[in-house]
């Protein structure tokens, strides 16, 4: 045993005065009427909160006793004609007034506030201070087809990235698929998402074809929410990252098609590369202005021809303007790129590996206010694979096939803030997560989908505007 005890630390002073108070002894009918009276009080309560009950309840029960059971019947076909009838009128107002409170109210009591404290304790959510129990509050349950919104109130200490690392284990205990966490205004509060049914299941159909593209808003898919999903080109270069057969075929043509317009009307050069062989691709040969494919020499001359042009339009625009605009003279150049690793990594001759190297590290840090923009997919999002990949502001990240590479795609703490994308099923090609200007959380999306008969279509419709004899410069 220590001769004395030492500990570091600050002492907690001692109250200078102890007051006690004094036992009174309670008879037992005044403990009765408490009893009683607090569960009038807590009955009340509930009859209010839960109103859209227990008000029809109330009014069936008077007009049941007044009138009798046929009125009864007689006001509930009334009632439900009029929902009928309002949703034959005008679904739109029934769904977002009519229906879909009635079901997230009927959620909240059912689903969620049933096992609210029982699941934030074995979702580690809840806490435990000076002998109490605290659970977060549930604010406030918003539906729509596909998702139910749920706000709630954090404990001090939580943060919404708490939230999103438990969203997935929250939405299994609710006995759904999807969850996630996002912040909300108010820095106290947290809003969960939870999937009921997947609004992009359903292969999204190839896009209109604008005649004058919006570089800052090029239509290229659904989003999740139901909005469409528009990729910002100006001032970029996009870098879409995903496994075999994920869908990076469809993200390039959504894109190309997206740009058709301009192609016609030579407000856009596409110069493509495709080095798989020209496999993916050729099919759209009469929209670009350059293709290349299989033969690394004739990619890193094309590649250094758009350093020559870079520079000699940075000649021109310096002192001038600081972002080019595109015009039939000078028009944007997008340089479509089907797996880059190809041109980065898997190329045996050192030195077209080097000038390839030399060339994209340029266009990619100088070409984006002189309008000559990088799009590239990619299947290894490793540095070992693409040396540059933070040079590409915009990325887009489809199916992968471990955890670690949604981060490596999408930013660090991407996957923490729902950017699943290890988890997208084989059978969704063409779904991935985005980052979104201003929003903090990465958004799911699915990208359109062109068949075959559709890039032909394009090609006929959207064809380069040029002489005969001028065709695209092809180099195999
Ligand atoms: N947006 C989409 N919607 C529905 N199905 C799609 C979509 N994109 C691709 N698919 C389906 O997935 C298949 C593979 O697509 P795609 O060739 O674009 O993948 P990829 O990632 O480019 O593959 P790879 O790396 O092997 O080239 C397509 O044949 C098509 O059936």
């Known amino acids: 045993m220590p001769l004395i005890n030492v500990i570091p630390g600050e002492k907690i002073p001692v109250a200078p005065m102890n007051v006690r108070l004094p036992a009174w002894r309670m ?7 408490w009893w009683l009276a607090r569960g009038l009080v807590r009955l009340t309560v509930v009859a209010v909160r839960y109103w859209w009950l227990t008000g029809p309840a109330v ?80 604010l406030k349950v918003r539906c729509d087809r596909y998702v139910d919104e749920v706000t709630v109130r954090m404990l001090p200490g939580q943060l919404p990235d708490d939230w999103a690392g438990a969203a997935q284990r929250l939405a299994y205990a609710f006995r759904l698929r999807d969850g996630q966490a996002r912040s909300a205004k108010r820095p106290d509060r947290v809003i969960l998402r939870f999937l009921r049914r997947d609004p992009l299941a359903a292969t999204v159909a190839s896009l209109p074809v604008p005649d004058l593209p919006d570089f800052a808003a090029l239509l290229l898919g659904v989003r999740e929410d139901g909005r469409t999903y528009r990729l910002r080109l100006a001032g970029t270069h996009v870098l879409v990252a995903g496994a075999t057969n994920s869908g990076k075929g469809s993200v390039l043509w959504s894109l190309i098609a997206s740009l058709a317009g301009g192609v016609r009307s030579g407000l856009v050069e596409l110069w493509v590369f495709d080095p798989k062989g020209g496999m993916e691709l050729a099919a759209g040969l009469p929209l670009f202005a350059r293709f290349s494919y299989e033969d690394p020499d004739g ?82 999002p490793r540095k070992e694979v693409l040396p540059f990949r933070d040079l590409f502001p915009t990325r887009i990240g489809l199916r992968l096939t471990e955890p670690e590479q949604c981060d490596l795609v999408l930013g660090d703490g991407a996957r923490d803030r729902g950017a699943l994308c290890d988890q997208i099923p084989e059978s969704a090609a063409g779904v991935g997560y985005v980052a979104l200007d201003g929003v903090r959380d990465p958004v799911r999306v ?4 062109l068949t075959d008969a559709d890039i032909r279509d394009l090609g006929r419709t959207y064809r380069r505007l040029c002489d005969s004899d001028q065709q695209p410069e092809v180099s195999a």
């Open 27 to 33: 008879p037992g009918w005044l403990l009765v009427f």
């Open 59 to 138: 009014a069936a029960l008077w007009v049941h006793a007044r009138y009798g059971w046929l009125v009864l019947a007689a006001v509930v076909l009334v009632v439900i004609a009029a929902c009928v009838g309002w949703w034959r009128w005008h679904p739109a107002s029934w769904l977002r007034f009519g229906w879909y409170p009635m079901v997230a109210r009927c959620r909240r009591l059912w689903v969620y506030r049933r096992g609210w404290a029982s699941t934030m304790a074995t979702c580690g959510l809840a806490t435990a201070f000076a002998g109490d129990r605290y659970v977060p509050q549930l």
């Open 299 to 380: 990619m890193a001359g094309v590649l250094e021809e758009a350093v020559k042009r870079m520079r000699l339009r940075a000649a021109r625009l310096r002192g001038v303007a600081r972002q080019h605009t595109p015009s039939p003279d000078d028009p944007l150049i997008v340089l479509v790129v089907d797996e880059l690793a190809a041109l980065t990594a898997y190329i045996s001759d050192r030195k077209v590996k080097e000038r390839i190297k030399d060339a994209l590290s340029l266009l990619l840090s100088q070409g984006r206010a002189v309008g000559v923009h990088v799009v590239a997919a990619l299947q290894d």
């Open 446 to 449: 699915r990208f359109s989908y």
